[in-house]
């Protein structure tokens, strides 16, 4: 999704603004670019398409665009191609060519959202004499400050207010206007922005890691606020006009953990933190051999109230939710019901004050999740969110957070995060069933020290990865695979399957195993790669017996299973053996091969892993 940074302060704009945008790559884009102001002088624009780095060439790595106060932006194409023309900063002047250069115009911006109703302003603007270079919604919100600006000779802020009452959908906004030379307006509503700050200056990004590097003092802006932003200086204001005080939050997150570290993608950088990103999430749910959740304001009543979880969510992490499912049902005894949060936000799902609805997410700002979250309280649900990003929208709009530890995540394929949600899923439902008494103290205990020792078995798998990158150079140039599993192996191989066709390309499917039987299996030819996920103990013959199926078809299988537990290296071509722990648990295990066969397929087959195509980390539209 489009990623938007900002500067403005005592040092040269351009070089910090191309630096932050390099740590939004993750976000996906297709084109890039800067405008920055030098005193009164007009803004100058240069924009690139296709990799920031072509931006970088065109402005000698941001050096030949002199100036203190600037804003810069990543495109992911929704309105308009991905062309030079469509690519921001967009700028409300009656300009031919694609609005580079030094260009005379009131307001300069850069959007990150989606306008809903930008046609019926686009009419309106051109009623009024605007005219238009691009295909954008961006470009008619630009246009339509700067409209207000002169009609009603208001202030930027006034400006802004009375085009958010006007646009309908989400938008993160950055502004500089002509007559403010180093000043920034930011406003927002559904869209990520932060705002940070130092003694004499300030950043604005869609995300912490853009500015991690300068500064940790940051402002969460709330939807429906405008922002003026000056060097070391942020004021808020409401849709009225009026201030409004915000508080200063300060990030943990170190620096580094948003760099390589000597890693060569963050890929496999963010999958050797996950003993750390496990243990981390876990003492911060378990103290002194007990759990505790009193962070959340989840009481024991509440918890007991409890007839129905709902569990909404995108990607990854609906798949932490297909696990969760089976272990909160086995050991809570709550019936779950797990939904894509694209879809739960359109259902009339009966829910009621009995319901727990559970919203997962990394960054806390997925546009589906935040509108299952909403759609969820509106009908009386209790809500809880489990979170990396702190202070996210999500976050702070659900009735509880339970907050994941995994610290920043850069690769657009999540892994560190995956695996802390999937602890704190775990924990939650040991929680819940020792609460409402479904498991005793004594097999809580018992459970908890399972989980415990789970960080130093996902090490000793990581110890073992060079066999993984052997196999991985066997199968790149595999055209097919099936992942396929009964229960919880369903749900990792849902995971596993994402995993490596995100990053590989590789068309991939996760099956119930039970499933393949009906349609899927005429699939299956010479040498199509089979992978079976065997972890759980009831479900192991049957899912075997299906992997035989596929193998008499002339399919080549590959077998994930706990070390001495079953013996299918009689049966499977190649076999992938994990350390043991309580067969609930098993995911957090069993992920992490399918993981790194990913991240060598794609690495093997020369690929962006961490920048796959088409795809963004954090999806801000629906
Ligand atoms: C995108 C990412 C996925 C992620 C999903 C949900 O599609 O590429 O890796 O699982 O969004 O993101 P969230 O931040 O809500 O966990």
Redesign the pocket.
Known sequence: MCGIVGYTGRKQAAPILLDSLSRLEYRGYDSAGLAVRNGTALAEVVKATGKLHHLADKTDQGRALAGCCGIGHTRWATHGDPSLVNAHPHVSGNCSGSGSGAVESDVVGVHNGIIENYTELKEKLLRRGYTFYSETDTEVAVKLVDYYYKKYKIGPVDAITRTMVRIRGSYALALMFKDFPDEIFAARKDSPLIIGTDEEESFLASDVPAILKYTRQVYYIDNHQVARVSPGKVVFYDLNGDEVPMPLTEITWDAEAAEKGGYEHFMLKEIHEEPAAVRDTLNSMVKDGKIDLSQTGLTEDVIRSIEQIDIA?????WHVGMAAQYVIEDLAEIPVRVELASEFRYRKLPLSRNTLVIV???????AD?LAALRVAKERGAVTLAIVNVIGSTIAREADHVLYTLAGPEIA???TK?YSAQLIAADVLAVHLAAVRGTVSPEREAGLLEELAAIPDKISRILEEKDRLQWFSSKMANTHDIFFIGRGLDYAISLEGSLKMKEISYIHSEAYAAGELKHGTISLIENNTLVIGVLTQKELYEKTVSNMMECKSRGAFLAGITTNGNFSVEDSVNFTVYIPKTDEHFMASLAIVPLQLLAYYTSVNRGLDVDKPRN?????TVE
Not at 615 to 619: D, E, G
Request: charged share 10%.
């Open positions: 969510a995108c990607g990854s992490a997962i997410s990394q960054s806390g700002e997925t999740s657009v394929a999540t995060a795809l963004a980390k954090s999806v």
